[in-house]
């Protein structure tokens, strides 16, 4: 027990604890001006999120992959019967909801999907076409469903296992055009039968900015008023107009790299992000004793990297508004549970390898 | 533990950490510049950008000023009034935007589309009044549910109203919107779209005065237009308090009289010029135009055959018939043609230039002096007096005694009527001017044209003995308490002997009370002076000719001037009665009855 204290990452630990933190002082201020109380639900959640960090942590390396396709089928049965409650009723749909507080089971899938893919790229030295379309297609059904449910932003985030293997294994240039081809005859029928009008609006709205006030081109360039008119140090917390006279749309999820940037100025965003980026490094950066662990790691952390890079270039306009939460800060339950679990399963890939 | 399931080399471990180290640098770098170039470089324009959003400047309506008589008795104030804005930066979908607004304002599509289009050139975020007069239902359904449709915002302001409805609607006038046309022009720059302007009578008149002065104020707001505070303000400055020399109270009385009868009716105090009561009927509720007017109610007004818009004291033109026979009674006196011992018979009729003109009394007066034919109005003495003179002698006593001009009260728009003579006649039908007409001038007929003002300041200079005075509706104008503006009683002199005034008063007494033509004006104790006037109208020409009987149609237009006492005269007024036929029958019994109630309220009878 005195070993696990010893070698546990206890300095990455704290910076994850301290940008959950920061995520809740800055859901007071999204929710100030309006007395909402998310801030109260999302400390609970960290607590729950805690809570399971160390149960995860507690079990065996061997049992977390043996369990994953488990998992996995199991959450997709859930995702499938979400959709088609949905179909059958729009009410029906609250029968997942555990008691007064929604689930979005879609954020855990990540979890079980970066297992398996970790395991069958282990167990291949190299891609052949059937590997890799097996690889795709375990991506490619959760995507499908998740789209469905309708939830662009997971979807999209999933996807971003896919660069990950490409640039972890050797891919012949023939398996890569024909899929890059596929990829987006996949898109262009998506587009025509799966998004719905306003996922469209939200994808070409970022190339085409509007003075509408509900437009997401307008969201954009609130977002990019509040983060520039922040300056230096910030217009103090719970003083930023834009955040706080409503003119910054999510303030709480999508944009609350706004709110900090707007309130706090460049100063605490570049804390911030340091923050995060020691948070990667040290997660990159370790020894490990199978390939499937190494995989996993690279691919979950592939994934965290992507979503916030994701994120922060979307309240910068770079990106289109997808729906996508700053990993451990932004509010949502679901979201900081199932990163905690993945953290929970790299911190002890970690610290088996002095243990043994 | 798992002994053989390490397959990947430490070369390929270390690549792949420092790749991936290489990537987070570049990823970290770029955002690091991103949020640099946003929150440092471009900081100030963002600010910018943030402080728009966040505040407005709202223009702050003045009050206009109070129209009071001279009693202090209120005639035009403002009142609280509910406009509805629209704020196109505001709008998610236009055509349900436009539904809500026709349901709001019971106004139709067209209708709103060409209000807003008139707003083109003006910024996104400025209010558009819809709607004003609001119904207090409606505002309260719009601010309970604001946060559902942000693109409407519910103004407070004030509008005008005459408490007192169409109680001297004519001396007040009327407000309206100020157009396009007129805010393009430099001496309107202080107005914007959207404001009211006086159109006639005293709010057209003292309209600088009236207007006040725009306040403003910069408030903060957030995205729903909610004002979350207010940041600074400059109040906005009421207009002048105008004080007429009107009496409220003899104003309702001689309003009163014209039951079903139209005309207008005029009284002036002769110790100041100042008018005490100003009548033109049919009249109308000004209030009307401060609302939203609707097109069909406007053009009932301005084509209603009887005029109501159009103040008839100052703008009406008629015959002045026999009245004019006082001018013609000091030309003959003041040139030396006759004498208070001329004396000429009348036998009813009597031929001139081959032509046979008639007294109205076609059995005959029998022998008139100058008293006795204005005691009787007799036609045939001023026939004569009228041929022993050239027109153009007459025309110079006429304007010289303020006919055919403005008479230079305080109000706008003034018509100037005419006094022919040979230039006129030449300049307007290439024609000298025959003898003949000359005896037609002479008892108030031809082409003489007057105003029922320029009557009032003519009685007005007899009474006087020659004094003419300025007639004038405003007493001062006061600002927070403080006169400002003061109209001091001001006379001219009438280039016409004092006895030769005395003679036609003389005239004009006997008129009145020795059994003359205006003897139902006579009051006992009261020395009324007067004369009467009938003129003649052509039937067709009568714009009232579509709205009367038949019988009515050819009625004359009944005219009565006066002044009382006879000896320092107070007051002098002129009734006009249109279509009222013989004037000693319809103007001078009003006139008796305007005298009485002015005198009792007086305490001087």
């Known amino acids: ?356 | 533990m798992y002994p053989n399931r390490k397959k990947l080399s430490a070369a390929y471990i270390k690549k792949a950490t420092s790749v991936s180290a290489v990537i987070l640098v570049i990823i970290f770098l770029g955002i690091f510049a991103a949020f640099w170039n946003i929150q440092i470089v471009n900081y100030e324009y963002f600010r910018r950008l943030a402080i728009q959003n966040i505040t407005r400047s709202i223009d702050l309506p003045a009050p206009r000023g109070l129209i009071v008589d001279s009693k202090r008795a209120v005639l035009s104030e403002n009142k609280i009034n509910f406009t509805l804005y629209l704020v196109r930066e505001n709008v998610v979908d236009m055509e349900k935007t436009m539904r809500l607004a026709s349901f709001f304002s019971a106004k139709k599509n067209d209708a709103l589309r060409a209000i807003i289009a008139k707003y083109k050139k003006y910024p996104q975020f400025y209010r558009i009044p819809i709607k004003t007069n609001l119904a207090r239902s409606t505002v309260i359904f719009i601010e309970s549910r604001q946060e559902e449709f942000p693109e409407f915002v519910i103004g407070v302001e004030p509008t005008r109203t005459y408490p007192l409805e169409n109680c001297a609607a004519n001396v007040l006038g009327y407000i309206s919107e100020i157009t396009e046309a007129e805010l393009n022009s430099p001496e309107r720059h202080e107005y914007s779209l959207g404001d009211f302007i006086g159109r006639s009578g005293i709010e057209k008149q003292f309209e600088s005065y009236l207007k006040g002065v725009k306040g403003s104020q910069v408030v903060i707001k957030d995205n729903l237009e909610k004002i979350q505070k207010v940041e600074s303000e400059i109040k906005p400055l009421i207009g002048a308090t105008v004080v007429l020399t009107l009496d409220l109270e003899l104003q309702k009385f001689v309003e009163g009289l014209f039951v079903d009868q139209n005309g207008a009716a005029g009284v002036v105090d002769l110790r100041t010029g100042g008018i005490l009561a100003m009548v033109s009927k049919p009249d109308y509720n000004p209030e009307i135009f401060s609302q939203e007017m609707e097109r069909e109610q406007w053009l009932a007004l301005s084509n209603d055959p009887r005029k109501p818009l159009q103040n008839k004291f100052l703008q009406g033109i008629y015959s002045p018939g026999s009245v004019f026979k006082i001018i013609m009674a000091l030309v003959g006196l003041q040139e030396k043609i006759i004498s208070p011992a001329t004396v000429v018979h009348c036998s009813g009729s009597q031929d001139f230039y081959g032509r046979e003109f008639h007294c109205w009394n076609l059995s005959g007066h029998g022998t008139m002096d100058i008293f006795s034919a204005l005691q009787n109005s007799c036609n045939i003495f001023f026939y004569n007096l009228g041929k022993r003179l050239d027109i153009d002698t007459i025309a110079r006593y006429a304007r010289m005694m303020g006919l055919g001009n403005e008479s230079g009260i305080d109000m706008p728009n003034e018509n100037k009527g005419l006094v022919p003579g040979s230039a006129w006649k030449m300049k307007t039908f290439g024609q000298r001017w025959f003898p003949g007409e000359t005896i037609s001038v002479a008892i108030g007929h031809g082409s003489l044209n007057v105003t029922p003002v320029q009557l009032l300041k003519m009685i007005a200079t007899v009474a006087l003995r020659g004094r003419m005075p300025s007639l004038h509706l405003l007493q001062r104008i006061e600002r927070q308490g403080k006169k400002i503006v003061e109209f001091p009683p001001a006379f001219t002199r009438v280039p016409i002997a004092v006895e030769n005034f005395q003679v036609v008063i003389d005239g004009l007494f006997r008129c009145v009370n020795n059994g003359g033509t205006g003897g139902s004006a006579a009051i006992a104790g009261l020395d009324i002076c007067g004369k009467t006037g009938t003129s003649q109208i052509i039937a067709k020409e009568n714009p009232n000719y579509k709205t009367l009987t038949k019988e009515k149609r050819f009625m004359p237009n009944s005219w009565f001037v006066s002044f009382a006492p006879k000896d320092n005269p107070r007051v002098a007024m002129v009734v006009l009665v249109e279509n009222g036929g013989d004037a000693g029958a319809s103007a001078a019994p009003l006139a008796a009855r305007i005298y009485k109630k002015y005198f009792e309220n007086e305490r001087l009878f």
């Open chain 1, 1 to 356: 027990m005195k070993d696990y204290f010893k070698y546990f990452d206890k300095l990455t630990f704290i910076l994850l604890i301290v940008l959950a933190l920061t995520g809740i002082l800055l859901i007071y201020s999204a929710g100030f001006s309006l007395n909402e109380t998310n801030y109260l639900k999302q400390a609970a959640w960290l607590l729950v999120a805690l809570a399971v960090f160390f149960i995860v942590f507690s079990l065996k390396i061997d049992f977390v992959f043996r369990n994953a396709s488990a998992v996995y089928l199991l959450l997709l049965f859930i995702l499938a019967l979400q959709i088609l409650a949905g179909h059958i009723s729009a009410g029906t749909k609250s029968w997942f909801r555990l008691g007064a507080v929604g689930m979005q089971f879609s954020e855990f899938i990540k979890i079980p999907l970066a297992l398996l893919l970790a395991k069958i790229l282990a167990r291949y030295p190299l891609l052949d076409g059937k590997v890799f379309f097996e690889l795709i297609a375990l991506i490619a059904l959760p995507v499908a469903l998740i789209i469905l449910q309708p939830d662009l932003g997971v979807s999209f985030i999933l996807c971003s296992f896919i660069p990950t293997i490409i640039l972890l294994k050797k891919v012949r240039p023939l398996i890569l055009v024909s899929s890059l081809m596929l990829a987006m005859l996949c898109g262009l029928v998506g587009w025509n039968s799966l998004l719905k009008d306003y996922q469209k609006n939200r994808i070409i709205s970022f190339l085409n900015p509007s003075k509408y006030k509900t437009s997401i081109g307008y969201q954009i360039i609130q977002s990019k008023i509040a983060i520039g008119s922040g300056g230096l140090s910030g217009k103090g917390y719970l003083k930023g107009s834009q955040s706080q006279y409503q003119f910054l749309p999510a303030r709480r999820t999508d944009f609350i790299v706004s709110v900090i940037g707007e309130e706090m100025g460049f100063i605490n965003i570049a804390i911030l992000f340091f923050i995060f980026f020691v948070v990667f490094y040290r997660q990159f950066k370790f020894n490990f004793q199978n390939d499937e662990e190494f995989y996993f790691i690279y691919l979950f952390n592939g994934l965290i990297l992507f979503q916030f890079l994701v994120n922060v270039t979307m309240a910068m306009g770079f990106f289109p508004v997808l729906g996508i939460p700053l990993p451990f800060v932004s509010y949502g339950g679901s979201s900081l549970l199932s990163f905690f679990v993945g953290e929970a399963i790299i911190f002890r890939i970690k610290i088996n390898n002095y243990l043994t």
